[in-house]
């Protein structure tokens, strides 16, 4: 097979739709449906809160994760957030468009690619959504395109591990030698027959990605013509990837490998002076904590159906976890109840502030948590909550004696 330079113009196509053939082979989505509805809805300025949160709330992985980061330490709340609308308005729409079509797309991209690959990967791609974000928002005119800044930096690497996945040992020897990025596309261009920008050209035409999302990937090593040239919404994003792609990012952490990365290239690209540009970076370390909130252990890329499920129930299950467990007396509380319906275990237990958790399990696998105020809730209402429907009346009879226990 020729190597990647040696190809002409007409030859881009044969080899994108073998890339395409391979892809496949993968198990990779075609049409990720949950992304592209909120692709829609990005894409609608009159799209609202409610009208993500109904797309949402049809995903349980994406719920799950969602309501993990509103719950998380960066938005204080006095209370669990157990609710995908009040998770919305919690973390706000454009925290919403990014994280949402982010974690959907990168999921339909992620079946094994990420198994042989150390995390690293993973947590600079999140960074330089984090900062390509950052970056519009810091330009005039800029901050409307900081949602699908963020789809872009963090789609930018998107090719590596499946490089990794597709060409094995041959790309670890790249990969291994570059210390910068453009490095590491220069390895790929002159050394093996397709690099990863192809991969992610190819994975954005799938899904039918619009052009403001995938040229920008695309040319991503294309120099951009300056802003007093051209200003356009397409061309502000090529500038935005070419930045944010060739930035040199430390592993696992929230940090460029220099103090002010390419100081010169953000002057000229964006007019960010150097405070402006530590600004953008200040900010898109803060995002990048917020973000992998959202993005955790998706780098583990579950290889079936089941280990999806598996893995969405217990991202709904941490929601409360830490607060129970800080919470809960074991001297002063009544000891849990446990009761049994609908082939699911139910466990109740008071907690140290006086309210309840009800915590239901399939065998060992947490489900769904639920937190309620005893002395008002009902055991009735507390099985409808957790959508238990076959109400056997012995242990009907047991939790609202229990309940009532709870309450005094």
């Not at 609202?48 to 709340?77: E, H, M, P």
């Not at 690959?117 to 810091?138: D, F, H, K, N, T």
């Not at 403001?212 to 802003?227: F, G, H, S």
């Not at 129970?324 to 001297?331: K, L, S």
Request: aromatic fraction near 6%; proline fraction near 6%.
């Amino acid at each position: 097979m020729r190597i990647r330079s040696e190809l002409s113009g007409a030859e881009i196509e044969a080899l994108y739709a073998g890339l395409d053939r391979r892809l496949d082979g993968l198990g990779l989505e075609s049409q990720p449906e949950v992304a592209l509805r909120i692709l829609k809805l990005v894409s609608d300025p009159d799209s609202g809160v409610s009208d993500f949160a109904r797309v949402i709330r049809n995903d349980q992985a994406l719920t799950g994760r969602l309501l993990k980061t509103s719950n998380s330490a960066f938005f204080a709340q006095r209370r669990p957030v157990t609710s995908i609308d009040r998770a919305c308005v919690i973390l706000g729409m454009e925290r919403i468009r990014a994280l949402s079509l982010g974690f959907s797309l990168a999921r339909a991209s992620a079946p094994g690619a990420f198994a042989d690959l150390p995390r690293r990967i993973w947590g600079v791609s999140v960074y330089r959504g984090c900062l390509a974000a950052e970056i519009c928002r810091a330009t005039s005119g800029g901050s409307e395109l900081a949602a699908e800044a963020f789809i872009v930096g963090l789609m930018l690497d998107v090719g590596v591990p499946l490089m990794h996945k597709m060409l094995g040992e041959q790309y670890e020897a790249v990969l291994s030698a570059a210390r910068t990025p453009s490095v590491l596309f220069r390895g790929e261009f002159n050394g093996l027959p397709f690099t990863h920008v192809d991969v992610a050209a190819v994975l954005c035409r799938r899904w039918s990605l619009p052009e403001l999302l995938t040229l920008p990937i695309e040319w991503r090593y294309v120099p951009p013509p300056d802003r007093e040239k051209s200003d356009e919404p397409l061309q502000r994003m090529q500038r935005v990837a070419y930045y944010a792609g060739a930035v040199s990012v430390k592993p696992d952490v929230d940090q460029p490998t220099e103090g002010r990365p390419m100081a010169t290239a953000a002057e000229r690209l964006f007019d960010l002076d150097g405070i402006a540009l530590d600004e953008v970076l200040a900010n898109a370390a803060r995002e990048y904590r917020v973000a992998m909130t959202a993005f955790t252990d998706l780098a583990e890329a579950p290889d079936n159906t089941e280990s999806i499920t598996r893995q969405a129930h217990e991202t709904l299950a941490d929601l409360m976890a830490a607060e129970v467990t800080r919470q809960v007396n074991a001297e002063t509380a009544p000891p849990p109840g446990s009761f049994r319906f609908d082939g699911f275990d139910l466990e109740v237990r008071r907690l140290e502030t006086g309210d309840a958790v009800a915590v239901l399990h399939s065998g060992e696998e947490p489900i769904v948590q639920h937190r309620f105020d005893p002395t008002t809730g009902t055991a009735e209402q507390l099985l409808m909550v957790m959508g238990i429907e076959q109400l056997e009346e012995s242990e009907l009879g047991r939790l609202r004696a229990y309940l009532l226990q709870l309450a005094a």
